[in-house]
């Protein structure tokens, strides 16, 4: 598979210099794969759907032919995956996709294992060592943390803004030892990526160390997540004939979005043959992406602090590979947006909670939310010209190709869950009024001490400690 570059349509490289470099560092754009191959229809329309390390195994071989064998990949794919995603029926036509079922109990586990695995594999055929700088807003650092934690000849930096993210999740982050470390910048999340992109276009900076990514910038963290797009959309899609009876339903994904890298690879799940009709974009009070659909113009912006704080993000990265996958018109036909302020992301915590007995992290609730209005009336009212205000809580004002679907009661939602409700313990208890229960995992990173270093919001600072901390 080639690769090309959000930036440079000119740009061809391999999945190697992909992944091990993270982004061009040259225009600063990002990787994304020519053509985005078909699976063979057979197996997506097997009456039992297969297994989810097969429709990994499946996905990522034409991604990766030519540069990891096929017995490799397996290899990679069964270590990286001794848990899988579980789909969770929480009403006749929705379904809550649990993806936190890995080590740091967030989805972003899928990825991050991959990556770690695939960068490691190829890693062996270079000298030094390779330095991974990851900024996160909440579960990206843990999960990239554990998954390269002891890879002998990786290290890795996270960046992470002081003050905005959970006590526990930051506990994840700042009680690595070893090869991985972090730092609470003094700032947002939007800072934090800002400082790593300027550090992967710093030519300087690069001639001394190698320099990677594990953002949702760099690819390999993207197409491992659009295996669970396909398995959930196909046990859905299986289950339906008996929880709804719907024959051939409309199945919508909808996904809470902050850097918009999950929503992503939830299009590139779609374009090799999941059956996902449409996506709803599920943002918190940074909304700069429903706001594109809205009114055509992307502003980027500065981040706000919210209850849902993995989606603190101003500024998506991913909006560049949205964009160069789709025109804008396609992007209306696709997905519906939506958007919630932290009164509404507690009342839909709660909402939930009493008609369901479901308890959802603060994330999940803005899709629960969506989704909920989509189908009790928000979308037909769109349809009949009743538009609501776009820079208010609600329904973004575009009617999607699949609205007709969800008129015609035809549609069905799988509302991603994406981290452990126990993750956002006083946040929950405030939102139903009881504590969600604490997996062990997460008890145990409680007792560790802090190891985090606090870092200015300057580049400058931060390359002279990277000069000072890295091994070349």
């Known amino acids: 598979m080639i690769y090309t570059d959000t930036r440079d349509k000119n740009v061809q490289v391999d999945f190697r210099t992909a992944v091990m470099s993270g982004m061009n560092s040259a225009t600063g754009g990002l990787y994304i794969p020519i053509s985005y191959p078909k699976i063979d229809s057979a197996l997506i329309n097997k009456n039992t759907e297969p297994s989810f390390r097969e429709i990994a195994f499946t996905m990522a071989k034409p991604y990766v032919e030519g540069e990891i064998p096929d017995e490799d990949l397996i290899h990679i794919i069964q270590d990286a995956y001794p848990f899988i995603s579980k789909v969770v029926p929480v009403d006749t036509v929705s379904y809550v996709l649990e993806l936190f079922h890995g080590p740091t109990c967030a989805f972003k586990d899928f990825g991050a294992r991959f990556m770690a695995r695939v960068m490691s594999y190829f890693n062996k055929k270079e000298n030094g060592t390779l330095h991974i700088l990851v900024a996160t807003s909440g579960d990206t650092g843990s999960a990239v943390g554990s998954a390269f934690h002891n890879v002998e000849g ?3 930096t996270i960046l992470y803004p002081d003050g905005k993210i959970s006590p526990l999740q930051e506990k994840q982050l700042s009680t690595f030892t070893g090869n991985v470390r972090a730092l609470k910048v003094k700032g947002t999340f939007d800072d934090c990526q800002k400082l790593v992109k300027t550090a992967f276009t710093d030519g300087d900076l690069r001639k001394k160390f190698r ?20 398995y959930s959309s196909l046990v859905v899609r299986n289950r ?15 996904v809470p979005s902050g850097n918009f890298g999950n ?16 996506f709803v974009a599920a943002t918190n009070s940074n909304h700069t992406v429903p706001d594109w659909i809205a009114t055509g113009n992307y502003n980027a912006r500065p981040s706000v602090a919210t209850l849902a704080n993995a989606m603190d993000v101003g500024a998506p990265s991913n909006y560049e ?11 209306k036909q696709l997905f519906a947006s939506y958007w919630l302020d932290n009164d509404g992301i507690l009342k839909a915590m709660n909402d939930c909670f009493i008609k369901t007995g479901y308890i959802l992290d603060p994330h999940g609730s803005i899709g629960w939310q969506a989704w909920s209005d989509i189908r009790n009336g928000s979308m037909e009212n769109l349809m009949e010209g009743k538009a609501g205000d776009y820079t208010k809580p609600g329904l973004t004002p575009n009617i999607p190709q699949w609205a007709s679907a969800v008129k015609n009661k035809q549609a069905v939602g799988i509302i991603l869950e994406t981290a452990s409700p126990a993750k956002f313990g006083a946040t929950v208890s405030q939102a139903i009024g009881k504590e969600p229960p604490m997996p062990d995992r997460l008890l145990k990173v409680m007792s560790l001490p802090d190891n985090a270093v606090p870092m200015d919001n300057n580049y400058e600072q931060f390359k002279a400690w990277l000069e000072a901390n890295l091994s070349k």
């Open 240 to 254: 339906c004939s008996h929880d709804n009876k719907i024959e051939n339903p409309a199945i919508i994904a909808v």
């Open 154 to 156: 990786l290290d890795v």
């Open 263 to 278: 929503l992503t690879s939830g299009l590139i799940a779609r374009e090799m043959g999941a059956p996902i009709i449409g």
């Open 211 to 230: 320099l990677s990514s594990a953002n949702s910038i760099n690819i390999s963290r993207l197409l491992p997540q659009s295996f669970y797009y396909m």
């Open 321 to 331: 590979r949205i964009a160069a996958m789709y025109s804008l018109n396609e992007v």
